[in-house]
C-alpha cells in the first residue's frame, strides 16, 4: 500500500498520515483530553447524533456541546490552571447549557449510549439550590391546591385585561413590564391559555355496568384552559368527559384532586424532594381510585404521564390520551372524516413511548389530511420555558410556520402548555386531540356479543 500510495502521491499531498502513516505510535497521539465530569455523561463520545433532535441547537447549545463544555469545566477544576477561564465557563454555561435545556431528554433517542443531557441539567439545577430554595419547593408542594388557585386567578386577571384593553394594547403594556422587571415577569401572548377548571363531579358514578375508568385531569389541565382564540371553548376535562361518557365507560376522579400532581415540574427544575413528594401522593391516590390497579387511569397529558410511568407503582396501567383513544375508544365510536387538513404535534414525551404511529392513526380517523412538520422535534415551551425563555421556543419552532400548508388551520397535540408555544409560532390555534376525537365521533351502540368482546379483550 504504501508503494502504491509513494508511486502515486510522491509528495504525500494526498490525505497525509490518515490512512498511511510511518509513526507506529500514533494511535497514541493527539488524543482529545476527555476529563471526567459525571456519571451521566462520561460515556459520551462526542459523535453528535443527539445535536439534530435538541431544541436549543440553533439558540445556544446541542447537547454535545453542553457535556464539552462540562468537560472542559471539570478539567479546570480539577487542574486550578485557569481560574478566570472557568469562572467564565461556568458563569456562560448558566444560560448557554443549563436555563436553554428544554429537559425533554430527546436527546437520548438517538444517542448510541443513550445519554439524556436532560437528566443531567436536572442535577444541575437540583446542586444550585439551597436550603431555601428547596424549602419554598416543598412548601408550593404542600400547599398546592392553594398554588394553582393562586395561577388561575392570575390568569383570570390576564384574560380580563385581555378582553378589556385589546390585543394590541395588551401586547405593549405586559412586553413593557416584562421589560422593566428585567425578563422576570412572564411573557404574555395573545395564545395565553384562560382558566382553567376542575372536573365537573356530576359525571361520576352511574348505576347502569359500564366499564371503568379513571381520569386523572393533570395540574396543568386543571389550571390552563383554551385561550380565547381556540375554536373549542370547553375545558379539556369537559371534553375528556364528554368522549370517555359517549364510549360508553363510568369515570372515577381520583379523592382530593386538587392537591395531586406528577411533581413534573418540580422534578424538571431540580426539585427533586418536592417532586418525589408529590409522586408518592398521587401513587396512593390513583392506587386507592382504580382498586388497586384494577381500573386503568387516563392522564390528559402526555409527559405527565410519561413521568406517571416512570415513578408510579407498576400495578397501575397508566394511560395519555393518544393511546387511549386509540387502543380502547376507537372500537367504541363511529368517527366521520371531517372535510380538513390539520396539523398534529407529537410530544416528546409521546416520542419517548412511541406513540408517533398512534397519534397519526387517531387523527386520520378524524380528518382526511395531517400534516407532521418533520423538522420540528420537541418544541422547546418544557412546562413553562415559553414563559420565562421564550426564545427557545422561538428557535425551536422557528420552522414550524413556513411547514404548514394554506388550507391547515389548526393543530392538535397532547399537552396544554406545549400547545400554548406551538399556536404562537404556527399561528394556528393548537389544542389537545381529544377536541378533535370528541367532535369527529359518535356514540356506537355495541351489541351485547360485542360488548364482551371488547370487555375481555380490554383490561376489564
Ligand atoms: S449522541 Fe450521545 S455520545 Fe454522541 S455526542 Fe450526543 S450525547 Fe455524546
Ligand atoms: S434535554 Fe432537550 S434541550 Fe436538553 S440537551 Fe437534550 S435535546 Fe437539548
Redesign the pocket.
Known amino acids: 500500500m504504501k508503494c502504491i500510495k509513494q508511486a502515486f502521491d510522491p509528495h504525500n499531498l494526498i490525505n497525509p498520515g490518515v490512512l498511511i502513516n510511518d509513526n507506529p505510535a500514533v494511535y497514541l497521539e493527539n488524543l482529545k483530553h476527555m476529563p471526567p465530569a459525571h456519571e451521566k455523561i462520561d460515556k459520551c463520545i462526542e459523535c453528535g447524533f443527539?445535536e439534530i433532535?435538541?431544541?436549543?441547537?440553533h439558540l445556544t447549545?446541542?447537547?454535545r456541546q453542553?457535556i464539552t463544555a462540562q468537560r472542559q469545566i471539570a478539567g479546570l477544576r480539577h487542574s486550578g490552571a485557569d481560574t478566570s477561564q472557568l469562572k467564565r465557563l461556568e458563569q456562560d454555561y448558566d444560560y448557554w447549557g443549563e436555563n436553554?435545556?428544554?429537559?425533554?431528554?430527546?436527546?437520548?433517542t438517538t444517542c448510541p449510549v443513550a445519554i439524556?443531557?436532560?437528566?443531567y441539567?436536572k442535577l444541575l439545577r437540583n446542586q444550585k439550590h439551597g436550603t431555601q430554595a428547596n424549602a419554598v419547593a416543598n412548601y408550593v408542594g404542600r400547599h398546592f391546591a392553594g398554588t394553582t388557585a393562586l395561577i388561575r386567578s392570575g390568569l383570570s386577571l390576564a384574560d380580563l385585561l385581555h378582553r378589556t384593553l385589546g390585543t394590541s394594547v395588551m401586547l405593549r403594556v405586559t412586553g413593557t413590564a416584562r421589560e422593566l422587571s428585567g425578563q422576570r415577569i412572564p411573557l404574555w401572548t395573545p395564545w395565553m391559555p384562560q382558566r382553567g377548571t376542575r372536573p365537573c363531579p356530576s359525571h361520576q358514578h352511574t348505576a347502569a355496568k359500564k366499564p371503568k375508568v379513571v381520569y386523572f385531569p393533570s395540574c396543568s389541565s386543571r389550571t390552563m384552559g383554551p385561550a380565547q382564540g381556540d375554536p373549542d371553548q370547553r375545558a379539556l376535562n369537559q371534553a375528556v368527559l364528554s368522549l370517555l361518557e359517549k364510549a360508553g365507560f363510568e369515570v372515577i376522579l381520583p379523592a382530593d384532586m386538587d392537591s395531586l400532581c406528577c411533581g413534573m415540574a418540580f422534578d424538571s427544575k431540580g426539585f427533586f424532594e418536592a417532586a418525589e413528594t408529590k409522586s408518592r401522593e398521587l401513587e396512593k391516590a390513583l392506587l386507592v381510585s382504580s382498586n388497586n390497579g384494577q381500573y386503568p387511569v387516563l392522564c390528559d397529558t402526555s409527559p405527565c404521564l410519561f413521568r406517571m410511568r416512570q415513578t408510579l407503582d407498576k400495578k397501575l396501567k397508566l394511560y395519555e390520551p393518544v393511546e387511549f383513544i386509540h387502543d380502547f375508544l376507537m372500537q367504541r365510536l363511529i368517527f366521520t372524516k371531517a372535510p380538513e387538513t390539520v396539523a398534529i404535534h407529537v410530544t416528546?414525551s409521546s416520542t419517548k413511548m412511541l406513540l408517533a404511529e398512534k397519534f397519526k392513526a387517531v387523527a386520520l380517523a378524524c380528518v382526511e389530511k395531517i400534516v407532521t412538520p418533520t423538522k420540528v422535534?420537541?418544541c422547546?415551551f418544557?412546562g413553562s420555558k415559553g414563559f420565562d425563555t421564550p426564545e427557545?421556543t422561538a428557535a425551536a419552532l422557528a420552522q414550524l410556520k413556513p411547514s404548514l400548508p394554506a388550507d391547515c388551520r389548526s393543530g392538535y397535540s397532547n399537552s396544554r402548555p406545549c400547545e400554548i408555544g406551538l399556536s404562537q409560532h404556527g399561528g394556528i390555534n393548537y389544542q389537545s386531540i381529544v377536541y378533535l376525537v370528541d367532535r369527529c365521533t359518535t356514540r356506537r351502540n355495541l351489541d351485547i356479543r360485542e360488548e364482551v368482546l371488547l370487555e375481555t379483550t380490554n383490561w376489564v
Open positions: 443527539c433532535m435538541c431544541p436549543s441547537k447549545s446541542t447537547p453542553r436553554t435545556c428544554a429537559t425533554d431528554g430527546l436527546c437520548a439524556n443531557t436532560g437528566d441539567t416528546c422535534t420537541c422547546g418544557a427557545l
